[in-house]
């Protein structure tokens, strides 16, 4: 059973528009949500992460919005570039158990001139 | 962080015959993953690498097909066994080095034929 759901499977944005990518997860024993950023032949690279603790955390362009009651995060991109071309996942961890991530299906993000 | 390496980077192997990838670590580390991605898709662990014990295998993999050794606290291997067309896939280290965060290899692409 996929336990975090991601949204949309792709996504084109024009050069200094918003990207979001949205997800929900079912486990409420989660407890630290990161996003992960894909180039093409490349392992995934951590971009930005956030506890449940906050609503909000924002780093350069990329925010993420957390909704706990909601069981619901999201990862805004502002102001895209064609650098930001790239696979995007989240994931969900219990950092009670062994540590062990839960990723989404990933969104694959083009963003044009 | 940590930088991680991988070797090989890509191969392509015969039914029937095996490939092990090694994983390095330029620090020591508590938690050490392997992950399996396959084309287009995301990322599914594979088992939790345990220094001095039998690694942790997740459901659906099993350690005839995917050995894994972690003689100490930079190293590890991953063992493809008995290779079949379906084990085509980018299989990945990770390492944590927080409770937490996790970074990810560049991965090693397999092809098998």
């Known amino acids: 059973q996929q336990q975090v759901k991601q949204s949309p499977q792709s996504l084109i944005v024009q050069k200094g528009g918003i990207s979001i990518i949205n997800c929900a997860y079912e486990n409420t024993a989660f407890d630290y949500f990161p996003w992960y950023q894909q180039f093409p032949g490349k392992g995934p690279a951590l971009l930005i992460a956030i506890r449940p603790d906050v609503s909000e955390k924002k780093e350069g362009r990329f925010t993420i919005s957390f909704n706990k009651s909601a069981k619901q995060f999201s990862l805004h991109i502002m102001d895209s570039q064609p650098g930001d071309s790239a696979t995007y996942f989240c994931?969900?961890?219990?950092?009670?158990?062994?540590?062990?991530?839960?990723f989404g299906t990933g969104t694959r993000l083009q963003v044009t001139l | 962080s940590a930088v991680i390496s991988q070797k090989p980077s890509r191969d392509i192997c015969q039914r029937g015959t095996s490939l092990t990838i090694q994983c390095q670590v330029d620090s020591q580390v508590t938690m050490m993953f392997w992950y399996r991605q396959q084309p287009g898709q995301s990322l599914t662990l594979i088992a939790t690498?345990?220094?001095?014990?039998?690694?942790?295998?997740e459901s659906g993999f099993v350690i005839d097909k995917f050995p894994i050794s972690r003689p100490n606290l930079t190293f590890s291997t991953l063992t493809v066994s008995n290779m079949s067309p379906e084990d085509s896939s980018i299989y990945l280290c990770?390492?944590?080095?927080?409770?937490?965060?996790?970074?990810f290899g560049p991965g090693t692409r397999l092809t098998v034929l």
């Open positions: 990770s390492v944590g080095v927080t409770t937490d965060t996790q970074y």
């Open positions: 690498a345990n220094q001095g014990s039998e690694a942790t295998y």
């Open positions: 994931a969900a961890e219990d950092t009670g158990t062994a540590s062990k991530l839960t």
